[in-house]
T-cell receptor
């Protein structure tokens, strides 16, 4: 079973609307959680990184939240734009482990 | 552009051939990672270097795969006797030392095995 589960797998939203993506993880002991944006045919680009003590972090129209107790994170996209169409990947790191655990991504399609 | 660069961007080859990919990390980064990504999946860890030392390898990295980082700068990933299951995007990432340092990814090499 994957240590990082993301939902929904895919969604379609109208330009200008908001959406929220979910990430649940079982990685332990927790070190940090990252959200990446991956455009088709490109490498992932870091959006946010949060450690245990942080419960929210923003990057422009992207706001990530973290609840380390329930092992859940969300990524909220405000006032979506066509350029937000991409896969959003949740990545979790464990202490003492150089490997990252990747989710499969949330595929977002923004339509005009 | 001072990001991570990968070459080539695309590689098409016949089954059984050998292929080699190159990754040039961000110059001040001492950590370098290789990942494999198939359609609809997140990246899967292959191997990791700190400077020139290869510190970790995934079980995904069969004996047909070899990675080097001879001078602690660029890295190469070679696949020998390619199989159709090797078709994937091969991503390279680099980072500074430190648990909370973000990994910066290149745009990958898309490998297609005929």
């Amino acid at each position: 079973k994957n240590q990082v589960e993301q939902s929904p797998q895919s969604l379609i939203i109208l330009e200008g609307k908001n959406c929220t993506l979910q990430c649940n993880y079982t990685v332990s002991p927790f070190s940090n959680l990252r959200w990446y944006k991956q455009d088709t045919g490109r490498g992932p680009v870091s959006l946010t990184i949060m450690t245990f003590s942080e419960n929210t972090k923003s990057n422009g129209r992207y706001t990530a939240t973290l609840d380390a107790d329930t092992k859940q994170s969300s990524l909220h996209i405000t006032a979506s734009q066509l350029s937000d169409s991409a896969s959003y990947i949740c990545v979790v790191s464990a202490y003492g482990n150089n490997r990252l655990a990747f989710g499969k991504g949330n595929q977002v399609v923004v339509i005009p | 552009d001072t990001g991570v660069s990968q070459d080539p961007r695309h590689k098409i080859t016949k089954r059984g051939q050998n292929v080699t990919f190159r990754c040039d990390p961000i110059s001040e980064h001492n950590r370098l990672y290789w990942y494999r990504q198939t359609l609809g999946q997140g990246p899967e860890f292959l191997t990791y270097f700190q400077n020139e030392a290869q510190l970790e390898k995934s079980r995904l990295l069969s004996d047909r795969f070899s990675a080097e980082r001879p001078k602690g700068s660029f890295s190469t990933l070679e696949i020998q006797r390619t199989e159709q299951g090797d078709s994937a995007m091969y991503l390279c990432a680099s980072s500074s030392a430190g648990a909370s340092q973000p990994q910066h990814f290149g745009d990958g090499t898309r490998l297609s095995i005929l």
